[in-house]
């Protein structure tokens, strides 16, 4: 079992039986729900941007552990981040979840979801909760899919 | 070659379905499907999505190449050898289909791409003259392809889709149903012979008879059906009946709608092109008779071929034989899933078929699937399109193991032994 230990990592599985800021905002700026067509998993992201930086961030939903413990992360790696950084986050991202070349430097925690990249079917699971919040901040009304 | 076995028949558990018992050589049944014989991550490949689609034995993949190779030309139009030759297999095709399903005749048996395309052609055509405010009644446990066609068709004419509910168990509330056809205004009924999303095995003779009583057509979706148990569309007097045959054993690509002579003959053509008229001018076009009325264009011939091949090959070890040993596998499966802590099965109905549907507490259907995967086992994890289905029961996804006539005891085992392990790697 070594090699799933590669995708279900301790930090995803922490993640995942506790999800970070697993909750509501009450008075979003922004919001967005996730769809992946695939699994009927939703997710639903919310944000609070204040000056161009996002104050706080949360999130709800059900899905597996790849795509509870990718937003969990991702609440925490968003959190106090200029609007501006977001676009490139989640690029570098997606690199790290889809790219055999090296993991961009500076995502600390988030590499740990590298492993997915050896698991093509699970990619979208990984990318739901970021495809959310980039679809938040561009102010979509419908909740955006994975495919 | 026989594929029974001329030894003891295997000890099973009392059946309570299915009537025989089987006395199948499942190891030289297995030996005739060359996929079987792959390793998956290293580890022996043990295939449970039978239910999205069945592996193909030897006799159909050589068909297919025969056809190609050997005797290859359009159909229906040349009069030369290789036409003439590919014709017969064709039309051969369409004949071991009616036997298939004892139908009256060939020319109720239409080939489409698949059943969803066969159910798409009913919605088409048979329901182009519904009005505003007719009525078509499914039922709430229908794929995906027994849902969205009708919802079109409604969207279209201004007709109402009516849902018959099921029960928590995953059996059809036939009083319900009744009641519905009851409205003076339902125009046809279609709904599932066997659920993918939970094996229940409806009582169709029994929701036809119903829906005859009232003057209501109906049609089947066979899709998980005729893998499984023999179909007598006479037997039934079902109006529609279809099915695909990828998941009985041929290739993908190759759909089968059977419909009652009169039925067909009086409704429009569903698609317009080659093959499907007898007379064109510019002016107005005389249609060819059934079936080529509703095929039109080239067809997927060497794969129609193929298919009557897999028949040929489900008849000769016989679908009862089948039946007994599914459902042996069925028994043995869900006797071992119940013992697992925290693993819910979904859909437990009196009569069921060769699948089994259920979720882990704590995890994810997804994960599950994942996992064993790497353990060699292929299931499916999702919401099998159905997610009427997942929605009665508060879930987003099951994960499903669903078997077939090559399937073994020792799978089953191999099934559990990857789910404690799933649970081991989630500290459950």
Redesign the interface.
Known sequence: MSDLRDLYQEVIMDHNKRPRNFRIIPQPTHHADGLNPLCGDRISVYLDVKDGVIQDISFQGAGCAISSASASLMTEALKGKPVSEVEYLVDAFHTVVTNDGECPKNLGKLNVLAGVRDYPSRVKCATLAWHAVRAALEQHKDPVATE | MSLHSATAPLPLTPLTSATTRSTLDIARIRAEFPILRRKV?DKPLVYLDNAASVQKPKAVIDAISECYTGYYANIHRGVHLLSERSTLAYEGTREKVRAFLNAASTQEIIFTRNATESINLVASSFGSDFKPGDEVVITGMEHHSNIVPWQLLCQRTGAILKVAPFTETGELILEEYERLLDSGRVKLAAFVHISNALGTVNPVKRMTELAHARGIPVLIDGAQSVPHLAVDVQALDCDFYAFSSHKVYGPSGVGVLYGKKALLQAMPPYQGGGDMISVVTFEKTEYADLPNKFEAGTPNIADVIGLGVALDWLTAIGLDQVAAHEHALLEHATRQLREIPGLRIMGTARDKAALVAFTLQG?????IG??LD?EGVAIR???HCA?PV?QHYGV??TARASFAVYNTHDEIDALIKALW?VKE???L
């Open positions: 991550h995890v994810h259907p997804h994960d994942t996992i790497r994890a999702g919401h997610q997942m987003p996804a392990k790697m989630f500290e």
